[in-house]
């Protein structure tokens, strides 16, 4: 599977982003996808995914209420829509596929075997 991310950027705090994944290899239909950030100095952490069995979502307690992940079977494509931004959400965001489907195994982050190259969001106070 490979992955393109793309859609960081600079924004305000409170304002909005789109991250884009675009999956080819194998159908975004038969992984699940996700999104995963790292911040300077700190571990890679989990923030939401869509299961490829049924398209559940599940997400970081952090984000919850303010990303939505989502896809486009057609356009092989994933997307993370973030609102109201804070700054700590500054970080490097990866796009990551599993071919796991269960949410036990997909809020760990060591469970997605292909990776994308980060696309870097910072939010300013």
């Known amino acids: 599977v490979q992955l393109q991310a793309s859609g960081g950027g600079s924004v305000q705090a409170g304002g909005s982003l789109r991250l884009s994944c675009a999956a080819s290899?194998?159908?975004?239909?038969?992984?699940?996808m996700g999104w995963v950030r790292q911040a300077p100095g700190k571990e890679r952490e989990f923030v939401a995914v869509?299961?490829?069995?049924?398209?559940?979502?599940y997400y970081a307690d952090s984000v919850k209420g303010r990303f939505t992940i989502s896809r486009d079977i057609a356009k092989n494509t994933v997307y993370l829509q973030m609102n109201s931004l804070k700054p700590e959400d500054t970080a490097v965001y990866y796009c990551?596929?599993?071919?796991?489907?269960?949410?036990?195994?997909?809020?760990?982050?060591?469970?997605?075997?292909?990776w994308g190259q980060g696309t870097q969001v910072t939010v300013s106070s």
């Open positions: 869509i299961s490829w069995i049924g398209g559940s979502t």
């Open positions: 990551a596929a599993s071919t796991l489907y269960s949410s036990s195994d997909l809020y760990r982050v060591a469970s997605y075997a292909y």
């Open positions: 290899g194998r159908t975004v239909s038969r992984s699940s």
